[in-house]
């Protein structure tokens, strides 16, 4: 089936620093990528929608300067936390879509757990 | 706007229990509606899907059937196992295919031997 990797899985920063989360597709070419966020014991909320070779599209209340996300080929997305600070720790889980495989199943990632000193 | 509200876990059952995990939505229209399941340290799988009203998903044994009258899409299984301990996410996408999931906060179910 169809895997969504993440990394890395487990990251810790000092405050002020930046970081990036790669999110790749191993087996197929995903046209269409999302990444969210997870508060403990909360849901997921979605943060953006990157089309390959397009701008991301951020939902509201998203700071696009902050959350900088990159989908320059039909494998890789990447969600750079610039400048982080500690409200910025959660658990950021990646996923992918294929229009050829189903058009409307998204395939996950294990996420990255985000600590931000 | 819209939404998904599930029960409150955690929710604790003996091996070969009957489950029920309840989920029902906000949304206009025919949203398509999932569960997913997170096993300890893994991402989110699909486990079952509807898209139209009356529909059953179904996969491992458990199942879920969309309710349009009751905007529900509760989860069942007739007996679990322990390998059924994980954290359930009902969701939904909005009709229109905007890809957008919106999210329950999650159920964690723990099986006991």
């Known amino acids: 089936g169809a895997v969504v990797s993440q990394h890395p899985s487990w990251v810790i920063c000092k405050s002020g620093t930046s970081v990036k989360i790669e999110c790749r597709s191993l087996?197929?070419?995903?046209?269409?990528m999302f990444w969210y966020r997870q508060f403990p014991k909360q849901s997921l909320m979605l943060m953006a929608t990157s089309n390959e070779g397009s701008k991301a599209t951020y939902e509201q209340g998203v700071e696009k300067d902050k959350f900088l996300i990159n989908h320059a080929s039909l494998t890789l997305s990447t969600l750079t936390v610039t400048s982080a600070h500690p409200e910025d720790s959660s658990f950021y889980i990646c996923?992918?879509?294929?229009?050829?495989?189903?058009?409307?199943?998204?395939?996950f990632g294990p996420g990255t757990r985000l600590t931000v000193l | 706007g819209n939404s998904v509200t599930q029960m409150e876990g955690p929710v604790t059952l003996s091996e070969e229990a009957f489950l029920t995990i309840n989920c029902t939505y906000t949304a206009t229209g025919y949203p398509s509606l999932f569960w997913y399941v997170q096993y300890p340290g893994e991402g989110l799988q699909l486990l079952l899907k509807a898209t139209k009203a009356d529909d059953k998903g179904s996969n491992k044994g458990f199942e879920a059937t969309y309710r349009k009258e009751t905007t529900s899409f509760h989860l069942e299984k007739g007996s679990v196992q322990v390998s059924d301990s994980a954290v359930y996410f009902c969701?939904?996408?909005?009709?229109?295919?905007?890809?957008?999931?919106?999210f329950g906060k999650g159920t964690k179910l723990t099986v006991n031997p």
């Open positions: 087996d197929f070419q995903a046209t269409t």
């Open positions: 996923s992918a879509r294929d229009v050829w495989i189903s058009s409307d199943t998204q395939y």
């Open positions: 969701a939904l996408e909005p009709q229109g295919g905007s890809e957008k999931l919106v």
